[in-house]
């Protein structure tokens, strides 16, 4: 069955690095695009990054760009996104997303409901003193 984990959350201090990862199994990830989204209590879900199934072409959203970094590792089956510099309101529960499909990653990030048919469970990143 097609499954994504996203693994690599928790409580980390203001200024500090968490990487999360996003683990696939049961397709090659190496086909599909992948998003990192975040949803803090009342508030929308967010596109934070993501990247192109046919490159390496990458987005960001203003909030975390120069701070993170999406990246892959095929031989794991594996995306990460490594976040440096870390503030409060980077404080939300973390998702990654897979789409089959070859969609530039600003559009996959900006509108994710209608390209992502697969979603992980999501992980817990809380930035506080």
């Known amino acids: 069955q097609v499954q994504l984990v996203e693994s690599g959350g928790g409580l980390v201090q203001p200024g500090g690095s968490l990487r999360l990862s996003c683990a696939a199994s049961?397709?090659?990830?190496?086909?599909?695009?992948i998003g990192w989204f975040r949803q803090a209590p009342g508030k929308e879900r967010e596109g934070v990054s993501c990247i192109s199934s046919s490159n390496s072409s990458t987005y960001y959203s203003d909030s975390v760009k120069g701070r993170f970094t999406i990246s892959r590792d095929n031989a794991k089956n594996t995306v990460y996104l490594q976040m440096n510099n870390l503030k409060p309101e980077d404080t939300a529960v973390y998702s990654c997303?897979?789409?089959?499909?070859?969609?530039?990653?600003?559009?996959?990030?900006?509108?994710?409901?209608?390209?992502?048919?697969?979603w992980g469970q999501g992980t817990q990143v809380t930035v506080s003193s």
């Open positions: 049961g397709f090659n990830l190496d086909y599909y695009a």
């Open positions: 997303a897979a789409e089959v499909h070859d969609i530039p990653p600003s559009l996959l990030c900006s509108d994710p409901r209608k390209y992502f048919g697969a």
